[in-house]
């Protein structure tokens, strides 16, 4: 092969092994998020009661006016 094929297999070489590199990143970068995904899941359903009851108190103590947004006079 000539000098100029030769360096014609080498860029097409190595833009194949950058696309692949690539590819294995998004790879690894979705697997990381789906974990970190199911981690959140997994911490919501452990905590799904005491998520409840603080929503409930929250919910409550506003109602009651404690909490409630402080009402600005219009101009």
Not at 25 to 39: G, T, V
Not at 48 to 68: F, K, N, P, R, Y
């Amino acid at each position: 092969p000539t000098e100029e094929a030769k360096v014609e297999t080498m860029v097409v070489r190595t833009d194949f092994v950058a696309a692949e590199e690539e590819q294995k990143e998004e790879a690894d970068q979705q697997s990381a998020c789906s974990e970190f995904s199911d981690h959140v899941d997994t911490l919501f359903e452990g905590n799904a009661d005491l998520i409840q009851v603080t929503q409930s108190a929250m919910e409550e103590e506003i109602s009651e006016g404690d909490l409630a947004a402080p009402t600005c006079p219009l101009e």
